[in-house]
T-cell receptor, first 114, second 111 residues
Framework: NAGVMQNPRHLVRRRGQEARLRCSPMKGHSHVYWYRQLPEEGLKFMVYLQKENIIDESGMPKERFSAEFPKEGPSILRIQQVVRGDSAAYFC????????????FGPGTRLTVT | RKEVEQDPGPFNVPEGATVAFNCTYSNSASQSFFWYRQDCRKEPKLLMSVYSSGNEDGRFTAQLNRASQYISLLIRDSKLSDSATYLCVVNRGSGYSTLTFGKGTMLLVSP
């Protein structure tokens, strides 16, 4: 069952370190979306990517955050110089070309910044 | 006004009860609507899309009122396994793929 895969599932970083979160979309899906869920909050859209292109990054913080979806390999969400406020669950979702609005989520990466 | 608003609950109901959730959205250009469910510390899972004519999937019925910008979800014959948070979701506008999530309504079904 080739669902959306994310790794690592849990990540602990000290303040100032870098965090790299990976997402492999569902088989046959070429659209990837990243969301962040803070404790007791709803999911917030961060960025939408297709292979080698960022389509919409309007939800991405201006500094320290970047995302890519290379031609080969998983999508990467990178957070530089992490701070305590970055502690959250980061979910990746994917969709197909035809079902462009129906998004299927991965299990998430729980980032804890100490 | 929030983009997607939901009553946070929790809704506490006994098994077998019928329960309804409501949701309002602010962007009149939104064209796609969904209900997702999220179990505690898990990923959101697509429950159903919501169509203009209303649609049903087993015990679940979704309705859309574009004029009022209002979406509903009805669950009949509640099961213990229905306990979860239900997320109302709309796309950001015409031609936009990105989704806006409500904060969710928590449902607790008790024996």
């Amino acid at each position: 069952n080739a669902g959306v895969m994310q790794n690592p599932r849990h990540l602990v970083r000290r303040r100032g370190q870098e965090a790299r979160l990976r997402c492999s979309p569902m088989k046959g899906h070429s659209h990837v979306y990243w969301y962040r869920q803070l404790p007791e909050e709803g999911l917030k859209f961060m960025v939408y990517l297709q292979k080698e292109n960022i389509i919409d990054e309007s939800g991405m913080p201006k500094e320290r955050f970047s995302a890519e979806f290379p031609k080969e390999g998983p999508s990467i969400l990178r957070i530089q110089q992490v701070v305590r406020g970055d502690s959250a669950a980061y979910f990746c979702a994917s969709s197909s070309q035809t079902g462009i609005h129906e998004q299927y989520f991965g299990p998430g990466t729980r980032l804890t910044v100490t | 006004r929030k983009e997607v608003e939901q009553d946070p609950g929790p809704f506490n109901v006994p098994e077998g009860a019928t329960v309804a959730f409501n949701c309002t959205y602010s962007n009149s250009a939104s064209q796609s609507f969904f209900w997702y469910r999220q179990d505690c510390r898990k990923e959101p899972k697509l429950l159903m899309s919501v169509y203009s004519s209303g649609n049903e999937d087993g015990r679940f019925t979704a309705q859309l009122n574009r004029a009022s910008q209002y979406i509903s979800l009805l669950i009949r014959d509640s099961k213990l396994s229905d306990s979860a948070t239900y997320l109302c979701v709309v796309n950001r506008g015409s031609g936009y793929s990105t989704l806006t999530f409500g904060k969710g309504t928590m449902l607790l079904v008790s024996p």
